[in-house]
């Protein structure tokens, strides 16, 4: 059973850099799986953010694009999150998640970040 | 950009009715690309269906999933206590890679 778990700062000051990080589990993020970064607000709802595959491919929302960074360590079975010039509309639940052929099977239990000075 | 819309955007039923949640989207899209999720309060989503009519694995056989080109409908055959939660469908599209969610309904216990 792949288990995930985000890891990183609850708090992140206006203008600056979110990261975080995503545990992988019972799983190696190096098979043909593609791992995903999804946030949540009471406002927007689900929100994909991008994904990556273990040979370091990616794909981003456009709508982030300029702002995303996701990036894999196979040693470490873990894969990361930068999101930069963050305001307060980034404040969310980050979720990360495995992906399945076109959805998503496996999920993290979600870390909440604030964006505030 | 295709969006997908959902309603009612709350539904309150009883323990043993039947609970039928539709997705729209705003063009037609391949079925097989779309999924459903139920999340409850503080927890993560959990897959439901995929493909849009096949249960992911430990759903049981009360969910359903229907649907075709821009109409696409999970069904609760009878509704269990533990199945009051918010439900969202999901598409996959593949020109770029993208995955983009309903705004979810709310099914709630009359």
């Known amino acids: 059973q792949v288990q995930l778990q985000e890891s990183g700062p609850g708090l992140v000051k206006p203008s600056g850099t979110l990261s975080l990080t995503c545990a992988v589990s019972?799983?190696?993020?190096?098979?043909?799986?593609?791992w995903s970064w999804i946030r949540q607000t009471p406002g927007k709802g689900l929100e994909w953010i991008g994904e990556?595959?273990?040979?370091?491919?990616?794909h981003y929302n456009p709508s982030l694009k300029s702002r995303v960074t996701i990036s894999a360590d196979k040693s470490k079975n873990h894969f990361s999150l930068n999101l930069s010039s963050v305001t307060a509309a980034d404040t969310a639940v980050y979720y990360c998640?495995?992906?399945?052929?076109?959805?998503?099977?496996?999920w993290g239990q979600g870390a909440l970040v604030t964006v505030s000075s | 950009e295709i969006v997908l819309t959902q309603s009612p955007g709350t539904l309150s039923l009883s323990p043993g009715e039947r609970a039928t949640l539709s997705c729209r989207a705003s063009?037609?899209?391949?079925?097989?690309?779309v999924a459903w999720y139920q999340q409850k309060p503080g927890q993560a989503p959990r897959l439901l269906m995929y493909d849009a009519s096949s249960r992911a694995s430990g759903i049981p056989d009360r969910f359903s999933g229907s649907g075709s080109g821009t109409d696409f409908t999970l069904t609760i055959s009878r509704l269990e206590p533990e199945d009051f939660a918010v439900y969202y469908c999901q598409l996959y599209g593949s020109s770029p890679p993208m995955y983009t969610f309903g705004q979810g309904t709310k099914l709630q216990i009359k």
């Open positions: 063009q037609s899209v391949i079925s097989s690309y």
């Open positions: 019972g799983g190696s993020i190096s098979n043909s799986n593609w």
């Open positions: 990556i595959h273990h040979s370091g491919s990616t």
């Open positions: 998640a495995r992906n399945g052929r076109v959805s998503v099977d496996y």
